[in-house]
């Protein structure tokens, strides 16, 4: 249950006009299956898309969501497993960690915000390396005007993409306070003046990977991004590779006329990680050559050590564009001999450089 799947199954939602619950984990202590930030969404028929645990709390989640739903309110609910108590209520879950999470009851008459633009942040074409959107989500207040469950979306430069506040001088007093705004992961903040209680949480888009080389032993990497939820692209000049096999789990199939349209034909500064693996010396070296000084979380190329070295060595000619950034052989040492584990250990090395 991806990120991907929350925002098609939004969508799906939507298209019916009835309200939907954000349910949200804020807190959390001890051992517990998501962290702050993670994310669910329930429907007034009691279906939800996501996981908060694993799967042992999203039933309990939904039959409290009605209540949110009639009364179109916000809800903050604690889920303490810690000790036996939860066996009480029929949980059992034996966790050993407490959760807290906020419901949102978000309706068609309010755009289902801030469901609506987070997910349009989620789904933009770049992750960008200058910085992320910002969401703010109060979840206690002191303090006049501010209530639980009121958001801030923020871009890099703290511009307003979104805002439940009817008063500027309340989206001013949170931009004003730098400590809300610096956090790279999901932590709850409390202002330096302890009036308010805040959720900062950091909105990543989904990750884009960028696959040069439509040979067989790149279905397993497509098949298995898309269990990942991410969006892939696949790019080859050679027609008959895209002929004989199943790319369906692409989001994105591009054929060349020649390895040299890559940077004209790609928006190659728009993906986190890309795998150059042509399979042939010449391919590699012209697809490298047009991704040497795209800013790139993860870039790899498929083979051994000595082949990547020929590569840099005609490329770089001494300038080290592509020595430091080049990874080769691919993916994790677990001893992959097969396209599936391949494609296993070079995910979670990719995963390891975009989180």
């Known amino acids: 249950m991806t990120i991907k799947n929350i925002i098609e199954t939004f969508d799906i939602w939507k298209e019916k006009e009835n309200p939907v619950v954000l349910a949200t984990v804020y807190e959390t202590s001890g051992s517990t299956y998501s962290k702050a930030g993670q994310r669910i969404i329930i429907n007034s028929e009691g279906d939800y898309q996501?996981?908060?645990?694993?799967?042992?709390?999203?039933?309990?989640?939904?039959?409290?969501?009605n209540s949110v739903i009639k009364e179109n309110k916000t809800e903050v609910i604690t889920y303490d497993m810690?000790?036996?108590?939860?066996d009480i209520f029929g949980l059992g879950v034996g966790?050993?960690?407490?959760?807290?999470?906020?419901?949102?009851?978000?309706?068609?008459?309010?755009?289902?915000?801030?469901?609506?633009?987070?997910?349009?942040?989620?789904?933009?074409?770049?992750?960008?390396?200058?910085?992320?959107?910002?969401?703010?989500?109060?979840?206690n207040s002191s303090k006049k005007g501010f209530f639980p469950g009121d958001n801030l979306i923020l871009d890099k430069n703290s511009e307003i993409l979104y805002s439940?506040?009817?008063?500027?001088?309340?989206?001013?007093?949170?931009?004003?306070?730098?400590?809300?705004?610096?956090?790279?992961?999901?932590i709850l903040k409390n202002s330096n003046s302890n009036e308010i209680?805040?959720?900062?949480?950091?909105?990543?888009p989904i990750p884009k990977l960028l696959i040069l080389g439509a040979g067989?032993?790149?279905?397993?990497?497509?098949?298995?991004?898309?269990?990942?939820g991410w969006r892939t692209t696949v790019v080859d000049h050679r027609p008959a590779y895209f002929e004989k096999n199943n790319f369906s789990n692409a989001e994105e199939i591009l054929l060349l006329s020649s390895p040299k349209e890559l940077s004209k034909k790609c928006k190659l500064g728009l993906f986190d990680a890309v795998v150059v693996m042509s399979h042939h010396l010449e391919s590699d070296r012209i697809y490298l050559d047009q991704l040497k000084d795209i800013q790139l979380s993860y870039l790899g190329v498929?083979?051994?050590?000595?082949?990547?070295?020929?590569?840099?060595?005609?490329?770089?000619?001494?300038?080290?564009?592509?020595?430091?950034?080049?990874?080769?052989?691919?993916?994790?040492?677990?001893?992959?001999?097969?396209?599936?584990?391949?494609?296993?250990?070079?995910?979670?090395?990719?995963?390891?450089?975009?989180n």
């Open 197 to 204: 209680s805040v959720l900062c949480t950091p909105l990543v």
């Open 50 to 65: 996501g996981l908060v645990s694993g799967g042992c709390l999203e039933g309990d989640i939904a039959e409290r969501s």
């Open 95 to 139: 966790c050993n960690g407490l959760l807290r999470i906020i419901l949102q009851s978000l309706t068609p008459e309010k755009n289902y915000e801030p469901l609506n633009t987070i997910n349009k942040v989620l789904y933009q074409e770049s992750r960008g390396h200058d910085g992320l959107v910002k969401l703010l989500t109060i979840i």
């Open 302 to 354: 498929l083979g051994p050590s000595d082949r990547k070295n020929r590569l840099i060595e005609s490329i770089d000619k001494g300038k080290d564009n592509l020595k430091n950034k080049l990874k080769g052989p691919v993916g994790l040492s677990i001893g992959a001999n097969s396209p599936e584990t391949i494609a296993l250990s070079l995910l979670a090395e990719i995963y390891t450089k975009i």
């Open 82 to 86: 810690r000790d036996d108590a939860d």
């Open 164 to 186: 439940s506040f009817s008063e500027h001088s309340k989206e001013k007093y949170l931009i004003e306070h730098e400590e809300f705004l610096l956090e790279e992961k999901s």
């Open 216 to 228: 067989l032993d790149s279905l397993p990497i497509i098949d298995m991004a898309s269990i990942l």
